[in-house]
């Protein structure tokens, strides 16, 4: 099982607001994050995700799904196996507020493809990747999703 969950969070904003989650310390319980149903995106939705880049390709009408976020970004948690991996955002490329986590930028998810990036602005290299968990990328290999390109 692969999904991304929106959380009970509508922003960042309410997330910076709840110390125990530790947002800007990078340190996120996942656990204590409360994913919405149904998942925004599930295996049943992904034709392909291109590990290299980070970019998935869904079907018909996926897109449509997403919210339109304000600028503090809306977050989710990407979920393998029923593991909980990583929280990221989808964000929009009109913000000015900057951030460390994974995003979706909702500008550039079209209706069948989006990308998960590595931070916003830019990709922010001096952190470890939470994209490249074995846990989600074996998901994604069993599923028959998994993509290898360079």
Same mark, same amino acid.
């Given at each position: 099982?692969?999904?991304?969950?929106?959380?009970?969070?509508?922003?960042?904003?309410?997330?910076?607001?709840?110390?125990?989650?530790?947002?800007?310390?990078?340190?996120?319980?996942?656990?204590?994050?409360?994913?919405?149903? +149904?998942?925004? /995106?599930?295996?049943?939705?992904?034709?392909? =995700?291109?590990?290299s880049f980070h970019r998935v &390709?869904? !079907?018909? *009408?996926?897109?449509?799904?997403?919210?339109?976020?304000?600028?503090?970004?809306? +977050?989710?948690? /990407?979920?393998?196996?029923?593991?909980?991996? =990583?929280?990221?955002?989808?964000?929009?490329? &009109?913000? !000015?507020? *900057?951030?460390?986590?994974?995003?979706?930028?909702?500008?550039?998810?079209?209706?069948?493809?989006?990308?998960?990036?590595?931070?916003?602005?830019?990709?922010?290299?001096t952190l470890q990747d939470p994209?490249?968990?074995?846990r989600i990328y074996k998901t994604?290999?069993?599923?028959?999703?998994?993509?290898?390109?360079?």
């Amino acid at each position: 099982m692969f999904r991304i969950y929106l959380t009970q969070y509508p922003s960042f904003r309410e997330v910076q607001l709840k110390p125990e989650l530790k947002y800007h310390n990078v340190t996120i319980d996942l656990d204590k994050v409360t994913l919405v149903e +149904p998942p925004l /995106v599930s295996e049943r939705d992904i034709i392909e =995700y291109d590990w290299s880049f980070h970019r998935v &390709v869904v !079907s018909k *009408g996926v897109g449509d799904r997403f919210p339109r976020p304000n600028s503090f970004g809306t +977050p989710f948690v /990407v979920v393998a196996n029923g593991q909980r991996c =990583y929280l990221g955002g989808i964000w929009t490329s &009109v913000s !000015s507020v *900057g951030t460390h986590l994974p995003i979706i930028d909702e500008m550039d998810a079209r209706d069948d493809c989006f990308e998960i990036q590595l931070g916003y602005p830019g990709r922010w290299d001096t952190l470890q990747d939470p994209r490249e968990d074995s846990r989600i990328y074996k998901t994604l290999k069993q599923l028959g999703k998994l993509k290898c390109t360079q």
